[in-house]
Each structure stands twice: as structure tokens, then as C-alpha cells.
């Protein structure tokens, strides 16, 4: 009987001690945070802006192009034949097809870029939360950003060191 109440308690207190080494295996990080403080993510960044205003700026003298047009035809309007004028007018409406399918085209092809040069910062950047986690014994990570409460560890500055970030 004394050794079943020894082997009992022995028992409760070895899961009790688990439970409280469960808890120590989580933590948490604002993953987005942690993204957006990367230097990659300001140099794609950067990188993207310059894209998007070369695309924009080429947008914006079709559509000028496209308007000195559409002006020159309605100020010719008078003095042409109406096959002529309807001729015309057919060319302007697919001047602005065209026009605005390069908008949809540019920013799909902004869209493709980012996603391309974000892969690899997304990657580097699990790779360290990962590091981290197994240096710590960390078996779980949740991302902070969605928590109602974080009581855990906060990853955030050991990543950032892991990553080189001040």
C-alpha cells in the first residue's frame, strides 16, 4: 500500500511537470512584422516602386497619346466622310482596349514580381523562426498577429538577431 501511494504520487508529479514543460514548448511572433523589417523586404520594396512608376509613367503617355488623338479626329470630325469618322472612332475604342489592358497587364505583372522577390524573404525569414524554435526547444509558433493573448515567448528578438536586425 505505501509503495502504491509512492508510485501515485511519483505519477501525479511527473505529469504535472510535463504539463508545465508543455507550456514552455510555445511561443509566439509577428511573422508579417518580422517580413517587413527584413532589409530585403525594403530593397524589394524599393525595387517594386520603381517598376510600378516606370509603368505608370509609360501608362500615362498612352493615355496622352490616346487623348491627343481622340482630340486631333473630333476637331477632324467635321471635314471627314462618316465611314471615315466611324473608322476612326473604331480605332480610338481599341486604342483604349489596348491602353487598358496594359494597365491590367502592369499591375498583374507588379503582382508576379512581388510574389517572386517575396518568396525567398518569406523563406529565409521561417527558416530563422524555425532555427530559433529548435535552439529553444520550442515545439510550437504561433503567429502574434491573430493571438487574443500571448502570455508565451516572444520570439520576435531572438529572429531578428538570428536575421542580423537591429
Excluded: C, W
Excluded at 538577431?161 to 537591429?166: F, H
Amino acid at each position: 500500500m505505501k509503495h502504491l501511494k509512492t508510485l501515485l504520487l511519483i505519477a501525479v508529479l511527473t505529469l504535472g511537470f510535463g504539463s508545465i514543460q508543455a507550456q514552455n514548448k510555445t511561443a509566439h511572433i509577428n511573422f508579417q512584422e518580422l517580413v517587413s523589417l527584413m532589409p530585403e523586404t525594403k530593397t524589394m520594396t524599393d525595387d517594386l516602386t520603381k517598376l510600378d512608376k516606370t509603368q505608370q509613367d509609360d501608362l500615362k503617355s498612352a493615355e496622352a497619346a490616346l487623348k491627343a488623338k481622340l482630340t486631333k479626329y473630333q476637331a477632324e470630325a467635321a471635314s471627314q466622310t462618316p465611314e471615315e469618322n466611324k473608322k476612326r472612332q473604331l480605332e480610338v475604342q481599341q486604342d483604349e482596349q489596348r491602353l487598358y489592358s496594359s494597365a491590367q497587364a502592369a499591375q498583374a505583372s507588379l503582382g508576379e514580381k512581388r510574389n517572386e522577390k517575396l518568396t525567398p524573404i518569406v523563406e529565409k525569414a521561417q527558416k530563422a523562426v524555425n532555427d530559433v524554435a529548435k535552439e529553444k526547444g520550442i515545439a510550437y509558433v504561433f503567429d502574434s498577429s491573430s493571438l487574443l493573448t500571448a502570455n508565451g515567448t516572444d520570439l520576435m528578438a531572438a529572429v531578428k538577431a538570428k536575421l542580423g536586425i537591429q
